[in-house]
């Protein structure tokens, strides 16, 4: 094996170099994995353009990631060499309070692949073994690669304690729009309102499972309204991340209402909330935006069991000399739900 590996290394927002770089060593419980695909996600678009852990680059990014194991550190267990794995993005210390209920994101010594650190446009990744899933040989590399977004929105779900029923309104039928009507559909909710300004999205989220789509934003609050014999929507979900929406989504939940808050905004920007209403109608909020531990190997289960419909979310390939080109034309094909990077 060779002491070098090539990368997608981001050097400046916008500005993608290939670049042969030391291949990562497996330390003490690690396992090295070699990457086979990487997905590009909505936080990576956020870091490419410079809108979100710019204060990391440069940095190799990527984090929905699958491939085999091909190395093991000292004392790392569980793992055979050549097993195919996905891997959960969210590193905690394990000791702390966080660490313990599984919230990793608020450990003090959080880091996540692809976001605080290298990750997985490259053609290796060191990672702890602890946090490596084994994952069934006969699963497609293409759908393994789809477990961690997948984790993000089986963890939405469950902190929403979204169930069969309920009314729901999906904000943004993007790639994570589009998971997000698919298992509400497994879970039982009922209606199902999905609003995106691309109709094609919009399409493909009815085609998903969705029951009412809007592309008129001018449309969605009576629909919602007609929807739901004029209460407002049990659980709305925002997935897109503009504070204009998010404003939008507490005039769309009923009194008593929750407010599922998933789209990444900006630093610093706010959401105005009438307290005294919030009080008297016992409305609630709650935020939630990745994957990890248990919600990663209930995403797979679900993948490898059928229970999401992939169609829409492969066939947008590109090789890793290509991430420039992948990236400047992410947002201009629209029907391209996923688009992977193949190692």
Request: hydrophobic content about 45%; glycine content about 10%.
């Amino acid at each position: 094996m060779t002491r070098t590996m090539r990368a997608a290394m981001l050097v400046e927002p916008g500005r993608f170099e290939i670049q042969d770089v030391p291949r990562p060593v497996p330390g003490p419980g690690e396992a090295l994995i070699r990457i086979t695909r990487t997905g590009i996600c909505g936080t990576d678009m956020h870091i490419f353009h410079g809108h979100y852990a710019a204060e990391n680059l440069p940095m190799i990014p990527g984090h929905e990631f699958t491939g085999t194991v091909c190395e093991l550190g000292p004392g790392a267990t569980g793992l055979t060499c050549g097993q195919p794995v996905v891997v959960d993005m969210n590193i905690g210390c394990q000791r702390c309070y966080w660490c313990r209920r599984n919230e990793v994101l608020n450990c003090p010594e959080m880091q996540q692949i692809g976001i605080t650190m290298d990750g997985a446009f490259a053609e290796y990744i060191a990672v702890p073994a602890r946090l490596v899933i084994p994952a069934p040989a006969d699963m497609a590399a293409e759908i393994l690669a789809l477990t961690e977004p997948l984790a993000c929105v089986v963890r939405a779900a469950r902190k929403a304690n979204i169930t069969f029923g309920q009314s729901v309104v999906v904000i943004g039928a993007g790639p994570i729009g589009n998971l997000h009507v698919q298992l509400l559909r497994t879970i039982g909710a009922a209606p199902i309102i999905v609003a995106d300004l691309s109709a094609d999205r919009v399409e493909m989220a009815l085609a998903s499972g969705a029951d009412i789509g809007v592309s008129d934003p001018a449309k969605i609050e009576q629909a919602v309204l007609d929807a739901t014999d004029g209460r407002g929507a049990d659980v709305v979900i925002e997935s897109v991340g503009h504070p204009g929406l998010y404003e939008q989504a507490t005039k769309l939940m009923r009194k008593g209402g929750h407010l599922a808050a998933f789209g990444l905004t900006a630093p610093n920007e706010t959401l105005s909330l009438d307290i005294l209403t919030t009080i008297l109608e016992e409305n609630s909020i709650k935020g939630s935006v990745a994957g990890m531990g248990e919600d990663m190997h209930d995403a797979l289960t679900l993948l490898r069991h059928g229970r999401i419909d992939t169609t829409f979310f492969t066939g947008a390939d590109y090789a890793l000399d290509d991430i420039q080109s992948a990236f400047d034309s992410f947002l201009e094909r629209p029907k391209d739900l996923k688009t992977q990077i193949i190692l």
